[in-house]
């Protein structure tokens, strides 16, 4: 939406304030704010650029999963951190010690005294591109609810509106004030030059290490926005296989969540998928958006065609609930798939499979068995039980985790979440993340999403009671599954085929991916 603001910023213009008249731009802007009862406001300046679709709700996320009650965030600038005293400058370098490496390039640090003059410190992100909280802006800046001149001798008297909100920031909690913003990876504002150039910061948003960033001065208008980064030819021949867009096949695809640290896995994953899998319309990866350089060098050392890579920030501390809440909106990360097949990082195919492996009667096969008859060979399966039963509103008696590849139809992601929201009366989001995030967690998505499949849509799906077989824990499918939270090269002991056995998962692979 765009307003058109009445009369000229030009009645700000003063030969005392050369930055009156963006104060103005600015404080009207947060009148507008508040007229719509926006509980914050993402500010973007004109030279600013962006390169994915859902660029501001990854700066979002991000700003909420540090400190979703911060006053403000961005790329943090900090004015005197050693003039006003000893705890200030302690919290600066702590706030130098938690950014380490994190930073596309060293903090703004400026002063405006002598050394052993005392002065206030100030901390606060550089405005061009930021996230504020409105209840604080309009309790510090009243003016802007105010008559129109009087905002407007606010604009004139106001220094630059960033810095004055870092000096506000600093005379409402002084050495605190640090913990009222919150530095963003996920975007870069600065000031001219000096730091960096504006080539660096076009390569840095065309290489996916920023989502958004500012002082493009040129006419560049940006990278291609998308929400995704291809990799090879999206539907090789490879993949595709047989399965044919223009058929009246449902398209099949695959999906997998995971992070850096999986990587040693994610490597054997994928050569299996090469080597065995065909016929899926696409291979789908979503990682948190810091980790996608470290998958785009994986895809070119593994030479892996077909993929499509996703990204988005994980919630600072419950990286495994953001990664189960991913999973339950896969119909949104893949959607154009008819159906959605998921794998994780540390499995492998070990023969040749097609979407119609998972298939029966050309439903997906979801199989299952009861609690009851699972726990006498799996302690501790109840876990997943409560954690279901609790984020739904029905009884949970069987147990849906018995193996990937899960395939869901996408209809059964979006009732999960509905039931979810209407019976906690939360986002499904804030429900999610509500929950514990160390083992065992208290939500469980293949538990929930297979309830819900099995309650709510049992005529899409092949039902299976794994109970009824000779050997309940051995899958149909060839699939081969490791244990991510040990290294590939050391021995675990694992369930293959149905067995417990000792073996080296990267030995193991190799034999399989290289016969």
């Known amino acids: 939406m765009v307003y058109k603001l009445n009369g000229t910023v030009e009645v700000a213009r003063s030969e005392k304030n050369r930055m009156a008249v963006n104060n103005l731009v600015f404080f009207a802007g947060l009148r507008i704010a508040a007229n719509k009862r926006f509980t914050h406001v993402m500010i973007l300046e004109h030279d600013a650029r962006v390169n994915v679709a859902g660029w501001d709700d990854i700066i979002w996320q991000e700003f909420l999963s540090k400190n979703p009650d911060a006053i403000a965030g961005g790329t943090m600038v900090v004015f005197n951190p050693s003039s006003f005293n000893r705890k200030a400058a302690e919290s600066f370098e702590s706030l130098i010690s938690s950014s380490s490496g994190k930073r596309l390039v060293p903090l703004a640090v400026c002063g405006t005294s002598h050394l052993a003059e005392q002065r206030p410190s100030s901390v606060f992100p550089n405005g061009a591109l930021a996230i504020y909280r409105m209840d604080w802006l309009l309790k510090t800046f009243p003016e802007v609810l105010g008559t129109p001149q009087q905002y407007i001798e606010l604009a004139k008297s106001a220094r630059t509106w960033d810095y004055e909100i870092g000096l506000r920031l600093w005379n409402d909690f002084k050495e605190s004030a640090y913990e009222k913003v919150v530095s963003l990876e996920s975007i870069y504002s600065g000031y001219g030059n000096i730091l960096c150039s504006e080539e660096e910061r076009k390569q840095w948003l065309t290489d996916g290490k920023i989502v958004g960033v500012h002082q493009i001065k040129s006419d560049w208008p940006g990278p291609e926005k998308t929400n995704e980064i291809r990799f090879g030819s999206f539907g090789s021949k490879e993949l595709m296989g047989n399965w044919d867009f223009k ?4 398209k099949v695809s695959l999906f997998i969540v995971t992070y850096a640290k999986d990587f040693p896995y994610l490597e054997y994953c994928l050569r299996s998928i090469k080597k065995f899998a065909t016929g899926f319309c696409g291979v789908t990866i979503l990682v948190p958006t810091k980790d996608v350089p470290a998958l785009r060098l994986l895809l070119k050392q593994t030479a892996m065609e077909g993929v499509t890579v ?25 959607p154009n798939a008819d159906y959605i097949a998921h794998w994780d990082a540390d499995c492998i195919f070990t023969a040749p499979v097609t979407p119609e492996t998972f298939f029966k009667d050309g439903k997906p096969l979801l199989r299952y068995e009861p609690f009851e008859s699972l726990d006498k060979r799996h302690p501790g399966i109840w876990n997943w039980k409560i954690a279901a039963e609790n984020a739904l509103p029905f009884n949970v008696a069987d147990e849906f ?12 992601y979006k009732k999960t979440r509905q039931l979810i929201e209407e019976k906690h009366k939360v986002s499904f989001n804030e429900y999610v993340r509500s929950c514990k995030n160390a083992y065992p967690q208290t939500f469980a998505e293949h538990p929930t999403l297979g309830a819900v499949a099995a309650t709510c849509f049992a005529d899409t799906y092949s039902l299976s009671d794994c109970s009824r ?14 244990w991510s939270h040990s290294p590939p090269d050391k021995e675990q002991y694992i369930w293959i085929e149905g067995v ?3 073996i080296t998962p990267a030995q ?3 034999e399989i991916l290289t016969k």
Do not use: I
Request: include cysteine; proline fraction near 8%; glycine fraction near 4%.
């Open 469 to 482: 077989q000779a050997n309940p824990d051995k899958s149909p499918w060839p699939v081969v599954q490791f």
């Open 508 to 510: 193991y692979a190799e």
């Open 247 to 250: 058929t009246s096949k449902p």
């Open 500 to 502: 417990k056995r000792t």
């Open 401 to 412: 985790m018995r193996g990937h590849t899960e395939v869901y139809a996408p209809d059964t």
């Open 310 to 334: 996703k990204h988005g920030y994980e919630w600072k501390d419950k990286g495994m609930l953001w990664h189960m809440a991913q999973v339950c909106r896969a119909d949104e990360w893949c």
